[in-house]
């Protein structure tokens, strides 16, 4: 299989475009290229990587409107970098990252629209949304002071954090709260960007919206402490499933016998177990877990 992807190169083109065009336009310095190119570049071989390892051969529609609004994000990158040596065309900026925005609801419309919908692209979906909010707090730190670094920075914490705590590794339950947070700090980083309030309205604003990502988070690691235990057995009981299922087939090959009636099922439930999980945890599918989601994460 071939480890180049046309899309994430084709991404590349673009985002060179992009910066062309501000470059003509607003003007771009060498700060602004470079930040630019740097995260074109990393955008392409990341991207390109998770496909491969996704086994995904080209981008779905979903994808592909994921891909556009990362290369806006890549434009507002670079004129946030440029900002630190010459004044930012502010107006041209929150079009920018407005149009991200709205793009955001647009990608998943259109994978649910299309059935394409998969680990890959909410992955690849919540990384441009995370980076987009950094390099917001970046781009308004001058003026509201470093603590709105907080905002941006809290997703990498958490991830920092599960390298180092094995229970807070794996999958998070779906939760709808937890988008409409994510929506509210870029909304509320585009508006403190423009100016569009006078300048304690902004802070209070700005307070506001870290306090509901603490919350956010706050619940997602309690969630994951408190059914570290039940993640942890199921994890287990997927792995003697994998064995025992590997133990009968490899005895079936050995007999030259037919399956019984009770491979189909257990086929079935190893199944069901994966769904790309890192914990193999089917929030939907398994009862214990399905009581869990009830019972405590309240999702």
């Known amino acids: 299989m071939s480890t180049v992807r046309r ?3 084709i991404g590349l083109l673009a985002q060179i475009g992009v910066l062309a065009v501000l470059a003509q336009t607003v003007g771009l310095g060498p700060a602004g290229w470079a930040a630019g190119l740097v995260y074109g570049v990393l955008l392409c071989a990341l991207l390109s990587r998770g496909m491969i390892r996704a086994g995904a051969p080209d981008l779905s529609p979903a994808d592909r409107v994921t891909l556009s609004r990362a290369i806006l994000v890549g434009g507002v990158t670079a004129l946030a970098a440029d900002s630190f040596t010459r004044p930012a065309p502010v107006t041209v900026m929150v079009v920018l990252t407005s149009v991200a925005l709205a793009l955001d609801a647009v990608d998943g419309y259109t994978a649910r629209r299309t059935g394409t919908s998969s680990e890959l692209g909410a992955r690849f979906d919540m990384e441009i949304d995370s980076f987009l909010v950094l390099v917001l707090c970046l781009y308004v730190t001058p003026s509201t002071g470093a603590w709105v670094l907080a905002i941006g920075a809290m997703r990498y914490v958490f991830v920092a954090a599960s390298w180092v705590l094995g229970w807070m590794r794996g999958s998070l339950p779906p939760r709808y709260w937890r988008k409409v947070v994510a929506a509210v700090q870029g909304v509320v980083l585009t508006v403190a960007m423009g100016d569009a309030l006078p300048g304690p309205l902004t802070t209070v604003v700005l307070v506001a919206s870290l306090a509901l990502l603490v919350e956010s988070f706050g619940r997602d690691v309690r969630w994951l402490w408190t059914t570290r235990r039940l993640r942890h057995a199921v994890a287990n009981d997927a ?3 994998r064995a025992g ?3 009968g087939s490899d005895a079936m ?3 030259g016998s037919q399956p ?3 491979a189909p099922s257990a086929g079935a439930g190893l199944t ?3 769904h790309g999980r890192t914990d193999g945890l089917p929030w939907p599918e398994h009862r214990p877990v399905a009581v869990a989601r009830r019972g405590i994460a309240r999702v």
Do not use: E, W, Y
Request: avoid cysteine; glycine fraction near 16%; hydrophobic fraction near 40%.
């Open 7 to 9: 899309g994430p190169v």
């Open 239 to 241: 792995a003697d499933q």
């Open 245 to 247: 299922i590997a133990h």
């Open 253 to 255: 090959v050995h007999a």
């Open 260 to 262: 019984s009636h009770s």
């Open 272 to 274: 069901g177990l994966g």
